[in-house]
């Protein structure tokens, strides 16, 4: 469910019309005035609420899921538990964005963060709270409802949106802007961070549809974070930096990100959206990670290395794609003995 802080739901809205919205059918004995008041993501699912399946590895999800309805494939909606209401879609990506569209429509539009728009108010907005021995620079514009801890310093032109938590002890650096964000304590954003403002999301089609992005950042105690980062908000679930994780410059986190604790990326990492990055892993310089991946704890990735699949823990990996360190070597090895075997043939 989206963060009422952050996000003005418009729903709800019954089964029926949903489906009437999408010109989509209900199957089996579905009852179209169940009424639902959210979209959600699967995993996040309640009752009154309607999930999305737009890959096949989600179904085991599905099963435990307690949605009132989903939208999925024909392909797929026999394998539809019978306590939820399949409502077939030809593409359940695209459906998925309509809906949540139907349910926000301001998130639809991305518009500027809320506290970024507010130029000419006051620079601290009377509903937001401050804390004890907080150092706030010139040009800082703090938005409603936002909470600043004891003792954090926030530098010159950064600005806080609507909603936003900051803990105690945090330093914030010149002009980064944070929104739709809860953070933890003695979290340091160095200059120039992005932080919250919509992922990459488009359902592809004839015309791409905007997917709205309605989680948040979650970003836990002793963070550190280089200048001029991007850390985008989740879709439908939220993107989350461990605990004492450290990034260097220019990181860019995509929607739905979960990093654990203690994770090190060196500069110029990118991950896309949903994967998953386990406990004390170590990143190097210019690496860049699939969509839906998930690395176990303690993974070492050498710089530059594209990593395409997931893997368990512990593993060392190295290259374009990225592969397992002993492998990449093995092949490196036989690579330079046919080289010199066809030098020695030639001459």
Same mark, same amino acid.
């Given at each position: 469910?989206?963060?009422?802080?952050?996000?003005?739901?418009?729903?709800?809205?019954?089964?029926?019309?949903?489906?009437?919205?999408?010109?989509?059918?209900?199957?089996?004995?579905?009852?179209?005035?169940?009424?639902?008041?959210?979209?959600?993501?699967?995993?996040?699912?309640?009752?009154?609420?309607?999930?999305?399946?737009?890959?096949?590895?989600?179904?085991?999800?599905?099963?435990?899921?307690?949605?009132?309805?989903?939208?999925?494939?024909?392909?797929?909606?026999?394998?539809?538990?019978?306590?939820?209401?399949?409502?077939?879609?030809?593409?359940?990506?695209?459906?998925?964005?309509?809906?949540?569209?139907?349910?926000?429509?301001?998130?639809?539009?991305?518009?500027?963060?809320?506290?970024?728009?507010?130029?000419?108010?006051?620079?601290?907005? +009377?509903? @937001?709270? *401050? %804390?004890? $021995?907080?150092? /706030? #620079?010139?040009?800082?514009? =703090? &938005? +409603?409802? @936002?909470? *600043? %801890?004891? $003792?954090?310093? /926030? #530098?010159?032109?950064?600005? =806080? &949106?609507?909603?936003?938590?900051? %803990?105690?002890?945090?330093? /914030?650096?010149?002009?980064?802007?944070? &929104?739709?964000?809860?953070?933890?304590?003695?979290?340091?954003?160095?200059?120039?961070?992005?932080?919250?403002?919509?992922?990459?999301?488009?359902?592809?089609?004839?015309?791409?549809?905007?997917?709205?992005?309605?989680?948040?950042?979650?970003?836990?105690?002793?963070?550190?974070?280089?200048?001029?980062?991007?850390?985008?908000?989740?879709?439908?679930?939220?993107?989350?930096?461990?605990?004492?994780?450290?990034?260097?410059?220019?990181?860019?986190?995509?929607?739905?990100?979960?990093?654990?604790?203690?994770?090190?990326?060196?500069?110029?990492?990118?991950?896309?959206?949903?994967?998953?990055?386990?406990?004390?892993?170590?990143?190097?310089?210019?690496?860049?990670?699939?969509?839906?991946?998930?690395?176990?704890?303690?993974?070492?990735?050498?710089?530059?290395?594209?990593?395409?699949?997931?893997?368990?823990?512990?593993?060392?990996?190295?290259?374009?794609?990225?592969?397992?360190?002993?492998?990449?070597?093995?092949?490196?090895?036989?690579?330079?003995?046919?080289?010199?075997?066809?030098?020695?043939?030639?001459?």
């Amino acid at each position: 469910m989206a963060d009422p802080r952050f996000f003005t739901c418009a729903g709800p809205f019954s089964v029926g019309d949903i489906a009437a919205r999408l010109g989509a059918q209900l199957a089996g004995d579905g009852d179209p005035t169940r009424m639902i008041a959210d979209i959600t993501d699967v995993k996040d699912a309640k009752d009154g609420s309607i999930c999305f399946i737009t890959r096949s590895n989600y179904l085991d999800d599905l099963k435990e899921s307690k949605a009132t309805a989903v939208l999925i494939g024909a392909n797929n909606a026999t394998r539809c538990p019978a306590h939820i209401i399949p409502i077939i879609c030809d593409d359940p990506h695209q459906a998925m964005a309509r809906v949540a569209q139907m349910f926000y429509p301001e998130a639809a539009l991305a518009r500027p963060m809320p506290g970024q728009e507010n130029i000419g108010l006051p620079a601290i907005h +009377p509903d @937001a709270r *401050i %804390g004890e $021995n907080c150092q /706030i #620079a010139e040009g800082v514009h =703090i &938005g +409603p409802g @936002a909470e *600043i %801890g004891d $003792n954090t310093h /926030i #530098a010159a032109h950064a600005v =806080i &949106g609507a909603g936003v938590s900051l %803990g105690r002890d945090c330093t /914030i650096g010149a002009g980064s802007v944070l &929104g739709y964000a809860l953070i933890g304590d003695r979290v340091i954003i160095q200059s120039g961070c992005r932080i919250g403002q919509c992922g990459f999301g488009f359902a592809p089609g004839k015309s791409h549809i905007k997917v709205p992005q309605l989680g948040r950042v979650i970003i836990q105690s002793d963070v550190e974070m280089g200048a001029s980062c991007t850390i985008d908000r989740g879709a439908m679930s939220d993107t989350i930096i461990g605990e004492g994780s450290k990034l260097d410059n220019l990181v860019h986190l995509a929607h739905n990100v979960v990093l654990g604790r203690h994770v090190f990326m060196a500069a110029q990492c990118a991950i896309a959206g949903s994967t998953q990055i386990g406990d004390y892993c170590q990143l190097g310089g210019q690496t860049g990670i699939y969509d839906h991946v998930t690395l176990g704890a303690r993974v070492l990735v050498g710089g530059k290395s594209c990593v395409t699949r997931s893997y368990p823990d512990d593993t060392q990996l190295l290259g374009v794609p990225a592969r397992p360190l002993r492998q990449f070597l093995r092949e490196i090895a036989m690579l330079k003995r046919m080289s010199k075997t066809k030098s020695d043939a030639d001459d």
